[in-house]
């Protein structure tokens, strides 16, 4: 049985590590999810170029999704490379995994499934094993959908019994 959610996901979000089984990709390998190869940082392996549908682009040091419509935020799932469980900036890497975030006050609730997709997809697609940060613990695979759904409910659940509408502008001042 999973824990309870930790009280901070509920304003904060949701964080899931995908933790890279042997050595980790580099930056130019993480940059071919956007389609593109980078000209300063050639890829050593292929694996992300087959993610590039996903939608995934470069912003600021990290990779996003962004949001579709004006409601909720502009950047509906982040990728960010990490090192020694730390948020890598600036780092050519290997990186030791990627954290993918997701803040489900921020966004409509149907927004929810483009950072399920990308977890499963990733997590399906790289040697990869899942930890669910706030609870500090792995997610077997073939519990993680199921996982990270339950939360993303969960959260959801929360703010609708405080009338408040996920992604609405209500939501964005909190």
Do not use: N
């Amino acid at each position: 049985m999973t824990s309870p959610l930790p009280a901070r996901c509920f304003d904060r979000g949701l964080a899931i590590d995908l933790i890279f089984r042997g050595e980790g990709p580099e930056f130019g390998d993480l940059f071919l999810i956007t389609g593109d190869e980078h000209p300063s940082f050639p890829p050593k392996s292929r694996l992300f170029a087959k993610l590039s549908d996903l939608g995934f682009e470069q912003i600021d040091d990290f990779f996003g999704i962004r949001s579709d419509s004006a409601r909720g935020d502009d950047v509906a799932v982040w990728l960010i490379p990490v090192i020694d469980d730390e948020e890598a900036f600036h780092e050519p890497g290997p990186f030791d995994a990627i954290r993918l975030t997701f803040d489900a006050l921020r966004h409509p609730e149907d927004r929810a499934e483009l950072f399920i997709t990308a977890i499963l997809r990733l997590a399906r697609s790289l040697p990869v094993a899942a930890f669910d940060v706030a609870r500090y613990r792995s997610v077997p695979e073939a519990e993680l959908e199921a996982h990270v759904r339950r939360d993303i409910h969960d959260i959801h659940a929360h703010w609708h019994s405080r009338d408040i509408e996920c992604g609405s502008a209500a939501a964005m001042r909190l």
